[in-house]
């Protein structure tokens, strides 16, 4: 498996394909103004030059925190490490360009990814469970240190 630099052309055609993101698809002009940031850091992995997930974030908030946005994996490369490879490539980079930690925010619905997160070392900030809404689509705010 191979992690790389990705295009927002190449992340929106994967991004649109996941079953998770079917009911809140973002079009395609909102992607590609959430990723113009110049902090944006986009990337994929692939295999054996099939494209198999993605983990896009930016420069969020302006105090040193770099905020991990959206990743996905294709159903079939789900449960053999490209999720883990994307998060700690990820956690490398924006370490190197001077970023003392990571945000990311999830759902209780995605339970493989809130324990991948906890495993590795996030930690949970934040939980919100708004009342018009099923358990599952709770929001949870986790944050990792990359550096004190």
Known sequence: MKVRTGSITEIWALY????????????????????????????????EGVTVGFKVGFDR???????????????????????????????RLVAVAGFDRVYVKTRNRFVAML?????????????NLPDDLPVADGRITLTKILRG
Request: hydrophobic letters at 45%; aromatic letters at 10%.
């Open 16 to 47: 649109s394909t996941l079953p998770e993101f079917s009911g809140e698809l973002l079009d395609e002009a909102e992607f590609e103004r959430a990723l113009s940031f110049d902090t944006a850091l986009l990337l994929v992995a692939e295999r």
């Open 61 to 91: 908030y302006g105090d040193g925190s770099f905020y991990s946005w959206l990743g996905g994996v294709v159903p079939a490369a789900r449960r053999t490490g490209v999720a883990k490879a994307l998060l700690d490539e990820q956690e």
């Open 115 to 127: 324990a991948m997160l906890l495993n590795n070392g996030y930690g949970i900030v934040g939980v």
